[in-house]
């Protein structure tokens, strides 16, 4: 690694894509698409794909002029929707939601939707966005498992540390989700940096570890805030608790406890491990919210607290 936000916790992944740490298959097999974005070319490592901000690709060298999903790339079907994680701030560390993207170029159109910034409901419960306005990706290139990102000068506009901190990171969160992405360099207008903004903060070979220091103790990806839910709710997110235990439970729309329950995460302590679990919602309708904390080992109060807004359809 070229350097870290800090000195990262460990992890229990040999690999840093989330998607596969979690175990989710049904959201891992919209992402199948993603390998057309990914550049997943010949077994030798010698294909690269590009995917520009547009969505479109080529590969090179020795390419056969079709999308590696199996279809041609003048195919007059229609483009496929994959379902992706998007990474932005909340309270100073990164926070999770979701986007439906539209095209081969899945890891540029999820990085075009963090430029976009939270909705309305994610800024709501506070949710912002570190990238500054303005800034655009001008490419993503991935091989053997680096993404290559290509960013515009505003990236680095703007902000002192933590905030610089804050923009990789979404960057990092959002390209490794694929399995495709193991690490990911970040180069600007096409040049390699040495680090990104005046603080020089890292830009090259990062990956999940790199931004620990800005990952919350309890970060829940699956549902996204807003979402409309059934039971079984299933939750899912990745942790670094004490003894790798967290706490869950459901409120109704006049802040009531509907159910709670304890879980465990697959490490903790030191390391971040991942949690995934079915809540039965019982007859609960309409708006509810889902809250996930952590209990103090000094005196029993919920701390790491993650809530979110959902409506039980």
């Not at 870290?4 to 992890?11: I, K, R």
């Not at 939270?118 to 570190?130: H, K, L, R, V």
Request: aromatic residues 4%.
């Amino acid at each position: 690694m070229s350097g870290t936000f800090g000195t990262p916790h460990p992890t229990t992944s040999t690999t840093s894509p989330r998607l596969r740490r979690t175990g989710r298959a049904a959201l891992a097999g919209l992402l199948v698409g993603a390998l057309a974005l990914a550049g997943c070319g010949s077994d030798d490592g010698d294909d690269v794909t590009t995917t520009t901000a547009a969505g479109s690709a080529s590969t090179e060298p020795g390419g056969t002029g079709t999308d590696t999903s199996g279809g041609s790339t003048d195919s007059t079907e229609p483009a496929t929707e994959q379902e992706v994680l998007v990474y932005f701030v909340r309270d100073e560390k990164l926070a999770a939601s979701a986007r439906t993207v539209t095209g081969e170029g899945v890891g540029a159109a999820a990085l075009e939707a963090v430029l976009a910034g939270p909705n309305e409901t994610e800024s709501g419960i506070g949710f912002s966005n570190a990238v500054p306005a303005g800034t655009e990706v001008l490419g993503v290139d991935i091989a053997g498992g680096v993404a290559t990102v290509d960013l515009n000068a505003a990236f680095q506009s703007g902000g002192g540390s933590l905030s610089m901190q804050l923009r990789v990171a979404q960057v990092v969160a959002t390209l490794t989700q694929f399995d495709t992405v193991e690490s990911v360099t970040i180069r600007i207008d096409g040049d390699e940096v040495d680090g990104i903004g005046g603080e020089g903060v890292p830009a090259s070979d990062l990956d999940r570890t790199d931004i620990e220091d800005v990952t919350p103790a309890i970060l829940l990806e699956t549902p996204a805030p807003g979402a409309t839910v059934s039971s079984p709710l299933t939750i899912s997110g990745t942790g670094n608790t004490f003894e790798a235990t967290y706490q869950w439970a459901v409120l109704d729309a006049d802040g009531a406890t509907l159910v709670a329950g304890f879980d465990m995460a697959t490490s903790g302590t030191g390391t971040r491990g991942t949690f995934e679990t079915d809540i039965d919602l019982g007859d609960a309708t309409g708006d509810i919210t889902l809250k996930l904390f952590e209990s103090s080992a000094k005196d029993g109060s919920e701390i790491n607290v993650v809530t979110i807004p959902l409506t039980v359809g």
